[in-house]
């Protein structure tokens, strides 16, 4: 069986937490195999870290540099670590020039062959491992181009977090070509004896080695120094294109506009108006159209000079004097194969129809030191079917907000599940919303353009911790917005006795009850957040998620094939509205309030909106109500909680041999805090228990606990 979930720290969470406690309660641990897989490039290479280490050469290396490949050479040792994300963060912060070490000993996904490997590695060992396991956790990333079906064929999976795969189904089957990427490997294969004459001349490298691998390899397949020379030279002229679409955007009046990332579809949006620049006393309209023009000219020349240096490299490789089972020439062959890679998705991008099925989207980064191309396949469905669907014998998608409008309709139909046989099966919620969580939304905040919005959310936020005293989680479909926030708060809440937060580290921070904090958080944050009982009490969004009309993919999706906007924007939005109020209500104990602070102007979308959140009402208030809609949903909801604690407690202690006061309080005690309740049991005498939970007191005769009689 494979478990895929959406992200790496989720694999971690089942395989320390989640399948334990299963296997437990099912009297199977020891009895089921279990175990997890990344993708290759996320380990070390033990092979790498010792070629690194007998070449690595700086000009005045640093005791820390010695240190952290040395420490690196202890982490891979006898195979068993070896996973980059597992090292520890105070070794990364105390030896810094560690990740610049992993950068060239993680595992090449192209080139690495554990079957053929005789080094003990733990991605080597891991594979094999495969075999054996009973259960295999994976993420979605692997799930979509699944390598190991020899290993371990897709037989039967179950996707958690199954709606993720709707959303970054494009991005999983995308080709993408990155500006920094391209010219990092290009700087690897770039012949040693030229590269005076190269633009990395000047670039300042504060390690260097003095033969690259893959001069090895042209050494290995005897490329004289005119073939080399010839490579060289191409690879300056693609390098002198791929600086001038940069220096275009910086030397013309999109320089003027660049308070955000460009981003458009390089064909059907090239003459999109992009805003409006000032010339000679008057407006005039600034479109994509001359961007586009100049990245059509960069990359064709681009593209004939990569099909060049592949020409020269088939020509004059093919010699049978060369030993082509040796780990230098698979290398090189490994190298090559990405170089082909890479012209084919320039081909693709370049290639356009208005029937084809694709998605051509350019991004440049506002301060131009950046860009991405990107080749997104629009036929997800035919892909998913392709790639998984076909392959399995059984499969079980999960996920909290699968269901839109009570049916599963809109995922189904985007990863091709209707059309294959399906069971559609669709929980009531364990909990009850209505009573547990109180939804606001303000209906006098700036709106989220204004330049106040977020000084007005910050203001909120410190009214609202002034009855939650902290526990709260605001997330935001914005950074930028996040990080006005956090500036804005960290100042209104200084000397407050609140600490603010602004990443999911902070997140842990929440279950202290002795300590009052805020959380800031932006996509990371909307799922894998379980704070119990009374560690979080309040969750707000700074505005409904809609999609933006004119965003790239979406656009082309709704133009190529008919679709409305809100049929496309419904069901992602409403996805994560769902993931954000869920944060709340996590266990039987958790309770409180969902707060939206711009919530747009369409009754009708509200509406849905409220079915598709179990029921939950839409309240919108001012302001100034805020506290006492809070305070006064807390104070009911904290009366219940605290009944169905007292309920679950004294069951507990009827099965247990505790007589004397002071036990009893020390088990209360422990029982309260398990559950994160954040209140304060005293037994003054031998006859009550007392209870201060927030501004609510219980006094608890002794003969109403319910005990067995002591033997």
């Not at 640093?62 to 050479?73: N, P, Q, V």
């Not at 890679?341 to 950046?370: G, P, S, V």
């Not at 790239?552 to 906007?565: D, E, F, N, R």
């Not at 031998?686 to 609510?696: A, E, G, P, R, V």
Request: aromatic share 10%; charged share 30%.
């Amino acid at each position: 069986m494979i478990i895929s979930t959406d992200t790496k720290e989720l694999q971690i969470q089942l395989i320390n937490k989640d399948i334990p406690n299963v296997l437990n309660s099912l009297g199977l641990m020891g009895k089921i195999k279990y175990g997890y897989i990344k993708g290759k490039n996320n380990y070390i290479c033990v092979e790498k870290l010792e070629q690194y280490k007998h070449e690595y050469t700086s000009k005045k290396p640093t005791k820390k540099e010695i240190l952290g490949i040395l420490l690196l050479e202890q982490i891979v040792k006898e195979g068993k670590h070896g996973d980059i994300e597992e090292i520890s963060p105070s070794i990364l912060n105390e030896f810094n020039v560690i990740g610049d070490h992993i950068k060239h000993v993680s595992c090449d996904p192209n080139l690495c062959r554990p079957k053929k490997c005789n080094k003990e590695c733990l991605y080597k060992n891991r594979v094999e491992e495969l075999k054996e396991e009973d259960i295999t956790v994976i993420n979605h990333s692997l799930l979509a181009k699944w390598p190991y079906k020899e290993e371990k064929p897709l037989e039967n999976i179950i996707v958690d977090e199954g709606h993720n795969l709707a959303e970054k189904g494009y991005d999983f089957f995308s080709s993408t070509i990155e500006y920094k990427a391209l010219k990092y490997f290009l700087k690897e294969i770039y012949p040693y004896e030229y590269i005076g004459n190269s633009p990395f001349i000047y670039e300042k490298y504060k390690t260097s080695r003095k033969i690259k691998y893959f001069d090895k390899f042209y050494h290995h397949v005897h490329f004289g120094r005119d073939i080399k020379e010839k490579i060289s030279r191409n690879i300056n002229l693609i390098l002198e294109e791929l600086n001038s679409v940069l220096r275009f955007g910086i030397e013309s009046d999109y320089n003027y506009l660049s308070k955000y990332n460009l981003r458009w579809e390089f064909n059907l949006q090239q003459s999109e108006v992009l805003g409006n620049v000032k010339k000679e006393d008057e407006y005039i309209e600034l479109t994509y159209l001359s961007y586009s023009n100049k990245i059509r000219d960069s990359f064709d020349k681009i593209l004939r000079n990569l099909i060049a240096i592949l020409v020269i490299i088939d020509r004059n490789i093919d010699d049978d004097s060369i030993d082509k089972e040796s780990d230098i020439y698979k290398f090189g062959k490994a190298r090559i194969k990405e170089l082909e890679d890479i012209r084919t998705t320039f081909e693709l991008f370049m290639e356009f129809t208005e029937e084809d099925d694709f998605a051509r989207i350019i991004e440049i980064d506002k301060n131009y030191t950046n860009f991405e191309a990107k080749v997104v396949p629009l036929k997800l469905a035919k892909l998913f079917e392709e790639n998984i669907l076909s392959q399995v014998e059984s499969g079980i998608f999960i996920s909290a907000t699968l269901s839109v409008e009570n049916n599963m309709n809109y995922f189904k139909n985007t990863l091709g599940i209707n059309r294959v046989e399906n069971i559609e099966k669709v929980i009531e919620p364990l909990y009850n919303y209505k009573n547990k969580v109180l939804t606001l939304g303000l209906s006098d905040l700036s709106n989220y353009n204004n330049k106040n919005f977020t000084t007005d959310i910050s203001n909120t936020i410190y009214k609202i911790c002034e009855v939650t005293h902290g526990h709260l989680l605001s997330l935001f479909n914005s950074t930028d917005r996040l990080d006005k926030t956090y500036e804005d708060l960290t100042h209104i809440l200084n000397g407050k006795n609140i600490d603010i937060y602004k990443n999911k580290k902070g997140i842990r921070n929440l279950k202290n009850m002795n300590q009052n904090c805020v959380v800031l958080g932006s996509k990371g944050c909307f799922e894998g957040v379980d704070v119990p009982g009374d560690g979080l009490v309040c969750v707000t969004l700074d505005k409904i998620p809609n999609l933006n009309p004119k965003d790239p993919l979406y656009s082309t999706i709704m133009k190529k094939y008919g679709l409305t906007y809100q049929s496309i924007n419904y069901p992602q939005m409403a996805i994560k509205v769902k993931q954000a109020m869920g944060r709340i209500l996590r266990s039987k104990y958790d309770y409180g309030c969902f707060i939206i602070f711009d919530i747009g102007t369409n009754g009708h979308t509200l509406k849905k909106l409220e079915r598709d959140l179990h029921g939950c009402k839409i309240n919108i208030v001012s302001k100034n109500n805020i506290q006492n809609y809070t305070n006064n949903h807390l104070n009911i909801c904290r009366k219940q909680v605290m009944r169905e604690v007292l309920v679950d407690v004294r069951n507990l202690l009827t099965i247990t041999d505790i007589d004397d006061i002071k036990d009893i309080e020390q088990f209360v005690v422990e029982q309260m805090n398990q559950r994160y309740i954040k209140c304060r049991v005293t037994s003054n005498n031998h006859d009550k228990l007392n209870i201060k939970y927030f501004n609510h007191r219980y006094t608890i005769p002794k003969e109403k606990i319910k005990l067995k009689s002591k033997v």
